[in-house]
């Protein structure tokens, strides 16, 4: 069953904050967030395994509440170059790496 | 050169006709998965292959068929196309374990008239 993200759509000013959730009706193993900029391929972001770990890179970090079955993705002092559409893809079962997606988070930075 | 090459990049064809897209990878990744993206419907798993002699169904495998040929190659087949076949299609790697990410290649985006 596909994850549900939201919100579908933020807009935003260069330098302001955003969060992006993903939320399951099952239990996950594995969360992966990808970023993909309009007509390109989808770009690795970070993976969260089961054990609650936060992740972070550079200004972009990462939570997993496998309780809650959630992933919240965290964006702070967002620059233009984060501009794009997140998606979350989430794995129920150890090792399986098969992804189902969330339908799409859309951000747009604006100067 | 790209780790993951799909061909063609882009195709037109019409209703009935056979279509072969074909991915290619030189990151030596044993998996290899492909996807269809849909505006507003996110990326939905089509096939997905774990080693040369291992092909899984995904999502939505209906009206597709696949073929991995070797380690490094991997095809998708649409054996009769139709209207709502068209989309982008995107292939992806990635090596063993779940904390290992996919590797997408640039995609090819079809349509079917």
């Known amino acids: 069953q596909q994850p549900v993200q939201s919100p579908q759509a933020v807009i935003l000013r260069e330098g302001e904050d955003a969060v992006i959730n993903c939320s399951s009706s099952?239990?996950?193993?594995?969360v992966h967030w990808y970023r993909q900029k309009h007509g390109e391929a989808p770009v690795f972001l970070m993976i969260?395994?089961?054990?609650?770990e936060q992740k972070g890179h550079e200004k972009i970090s990462a939570s997993f509440n496998e309780k809650k079955q959630q992933s919240s993705l965290y964006l702070t002092a967002s620059q233009l170059s984060y501009s794009g559409t997140y998606f979350c893809?989430?794995?129920?079962?150890?090792?399986?790496?098969?992804?189902?997606f969330g339908q799409g988070t859309r951000l747009t930075i604006n100067p | 050169d790209a780790d993951v090459t799909q061909t063609p990049r882009n195709r037109i064809t019409k209703t009935g006709k056979r279509i072969m897209l074909e991915c290619s990878q030189t990151?030596?990744?044993?998996?290899m998965y492909w996807y269809r993206q849909d505006p507003g419907l996110g990326l939905r798993l089509i096939y997905y292959?774990?080693?040369?002699?291992?092909?899984n169904k995904g999502e939505i495998s209906d009206g597709y068929s696949v073929s991995r040929q070797a380690q490094a190659k991997f095809s998708l087949s649409l054996e009769s196309a139709i209207p709502n076949q068209t989309a982008l299609y995107f292939c992806?790697?990635?090596?063993?374990?779940?904390?290992?990410?996919?590797?997408f290649g640039d995609g090819t985006r079809l349509s079917i008239l």
């Open positions: 969260l395994l089961k054990g609650g």
């Open positions: 292959s774990f080693d040369v002699k291992d092909i």
């Open positions: 992806a790697t990635s090596a063993a374990g779940a904390s290992q990410p996919q590797h």
């Open positions: 099952k239990a996950l193993y594995s």
């Open positions: 990151k030596g990744h044993d998996r």
């Open positions: 893809g989430t794995g129920r079962i150890q090792g399986a790496q098969k992804l189902v």
